[in-house]
């Protein structure tokens, strides 16, 4: 039972990437999975969640809004992080996690949220 993200790398600004979060070992379908990042020496951000049900989304970061792009497909136990434009304050390391619950909460910095962490991306946006 697990997650794994990847697809992080080096891009410049204004460039795409497309994070993946695989998840094995439970069914995707009863899950909500939510995107957060981190910087070395600040809080760990929540980006973006996926509801269990395909089509129920929330973006938790302004910043991100109308640039990237959760989406998942159940079919492929994957839950993926569309990131268009990115700028340099998105450098980050990239964690998914499960929620116990399906739906997403809005009380995202509850750790008892989450039982499952993926081991996170880096993505580095350079100028």
């Known amino acids: 039972v697990q997650l794994q993200a990847s697809g992080g790398g080096l891009v410049q600004i204004g460039g795409s990437l497309r994070l993946s979060c695989a998840t094995s070992?439970?069914?995707?379908?009863?899950?909500?999975i939510t995107w957060f990042r981190q910087v070395p020496g600040k809080e760990r951000e929540g980006v973006s969640c996926?509801?269990?049900?395909?089509?129920?989304?929330?973006d938790y970061t302004d910043s991100v809004k109308g640039r990237f792009t959760i989406a998942r497909d159940n079919a492929k136990n994957t839950v993926y992080l569309q990131m268009n434009n990115l700028q340099p304050e998105d450098t980050a390391v990239y964690y998914c996690?499960?929620?116990?619950?399906?739906?997403?909460?809005?009380?995202?910095?509850?750790?008892?949220?989450?039982?499952?962490w993926g081991q996170g991306t880096l993505v580095t946006v350079s100028s």
């Open positions: 996926s509801n269990s049900i395909i089509g129920g989304t929330a």
């Open positions: 996690a499960r929620q116990i619950y399906g739906e997403c909460k809005d009380d995202i910095y509850n750790r008892r949220l989450y039982d499952m």
């Open positions: 070992g439970f069914s995707l379908t009863n899950y909500a």
